[in-house]
Nanobody, 126 residues
Framework: QLQLVESGGGVVQPGGSLLLSCVAS????????IGWFRQAPGKEREGISC????????KYADSMKGRLTIPKDDDRNTAYLQMISLEPEDTDIYYC???????????????????WGQGTQVTVAS
């Protein structure tokens, strides 16, 4: 069974940082691109970053450019989303997804992903 499980969410103060993990099971993350997305209730999903299957290409949404890194550890079958300088506007549910092409979805491209995690809540508040 193919599965992605995110963890690492929580409450962080404005200006703080957070590291999210995305562990894959049932398939090798080495063969897939990983995308990170976020969505709040009643809002559209936003693609914030992705990394190609061999890590040679990364993309970042304008809203979080300069505040993200997305390392990928193929030996651990785990992808990460490191966020810094978090703001209350970054409060969302964050999802990882695995696919064949690195893309952020609308409005950047029409790339879709094959597998999605269940999401982890990030709350930025003082």
């Amino acid at each position: 069974q193919l599965q992605l499980v995110e963890s690492g969410g929580g409450v962080v103060q404005p200006g703080g940082s957070l590291l999210l993990s995305c562990v894959a099971s049932g398939f090798s993350l080495e063969d897939y691109a990983i995308g990170w997305f976020r969505q709040a209730p009643g809002k559209e999903r936003e693609g914030i970053s992705c990394i190609s299957h061999r890590g040679g290409k990364t993309k970042y949404a304008d809203s979080m450019k300069g505040r993200l890194t997305i390392p990928k550890d193929d030996d651990r079958n785990t992808a990460y989303l490191q966020m810094i300088s978090l703001e209350p506007e970054d409060t969302d549910i964050y999802y990882c997804a695995a696919g064949f092409v690195c893309g952020l979805g609308s409005p950047y491209d029409h790339i879709e992903y094959e597998e999605w995690g269940q999401g982890t809540q990030v709350t930025v508040a003082s």
